[in-house]
């Protein structure tokens, strides 16, 4: 199984398709996760705040393949934001890892209200600057915190991973992330599983034209829109499912269909009003 890279702002590439592991339960991670890797996936995706970064790592470790071959993201949480509680926190990252360095290391949601996403993403610069991270970016960031990014430090975050899925399809962010080089991961890619998405007569139609099941097309939709994206599934079968989305093509007729489907609807939490 070949995926896809996508070439990232700062010249490193990104499978397109990952996996997920929120809600993950630690004692059953590195048993997810090597099932993952057996299924084709080499790009994971964790966070401290889901608390099963070791079970990743050891997943990593025993599978053989080669660090090279893998693309590792993890993520800040909110209670870290400062400039040397980044960096503790990255090291506390790595650490339960097993890793010198991850891929991809992201801001988990700005909380404005603390108003310390800056100076965090002056901390980030320099792990960066240090190897400890090949690539910085950012998650839950709407268009006016990029912007204050923009205005107050140098480096354009390579990634925003936001809740995206075909009821809340986020086109305005995307234009915008267009404009400045900012790679969109869609979290929450299949809807959390939260409202019937697949029940959707444009998706249902689609599967059934291509012989596919609508979680394929769903992501099939996310991967033809440029979009990276990181379906989590904990069972052996749905994690083959999901990576065997690259025989196949939506129409613009299906896509278009799909695109319709935008109800403005999140199934998370909005980044301007979180505060966990
Ligand atoms: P998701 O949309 O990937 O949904 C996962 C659920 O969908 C599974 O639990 C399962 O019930 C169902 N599912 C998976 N494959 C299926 C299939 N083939 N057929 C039918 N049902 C299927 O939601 P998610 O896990 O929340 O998001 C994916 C990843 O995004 C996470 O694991 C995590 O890595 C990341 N994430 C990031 C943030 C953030 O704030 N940055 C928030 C949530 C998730």
Sequence with gaps: ??????????????????????????????????????????????????????????????????????????????????????????????????????????????????????????????????????SIGVSNFHVNHLDRLSDETDTVPAVNQIELHPAFSQTALRTYARGKGIAIESWGPLGQGKYDLFGREAIAMAAEAHGVTPAQVVLRWHLQNGLIVIPKSSSAQRMAENIDVFGFDLTDVEMTAIDGLDEGRRVGADPDTATF
């Design 1 to 134: 199984m070949t995926v896809p890279t996508i070439t990232l702002n700062d010249g490193n590439t990104i499978p397109q398709l990952g996996f997920g592991v929120f809600k993950v339960e630690p004692p059953e991670t590195e048993r997810i996760v090597s099932e993952a890797l057996e299924a084709g996936y080499r790009h994971v995706d964790t966070a401290a705040a889901y608390g099963n970064e070791e079970g990743v790592g050891r997943a990593l470790a025993t599978s053989g393949i080669p660090r090279d071959e893998l693309f590792v993201t993890t993520k800040l949480w909110n209670s870290e934001h400062g400039t040397q509680s980044a960096i503790d926190a990255m090291d506390a990252s790595l650490e339960r890892l097993g890793l010198e360095s991850v891929n991809l290391y992201l801001i988990h949601w700005p909380r404005p209200d603390m108003d310390r996403y800056v100076e965090t993403w002056r901390a980030l610069e320099q792990l960066k600057t240090d190897g400890k991270a090949a």
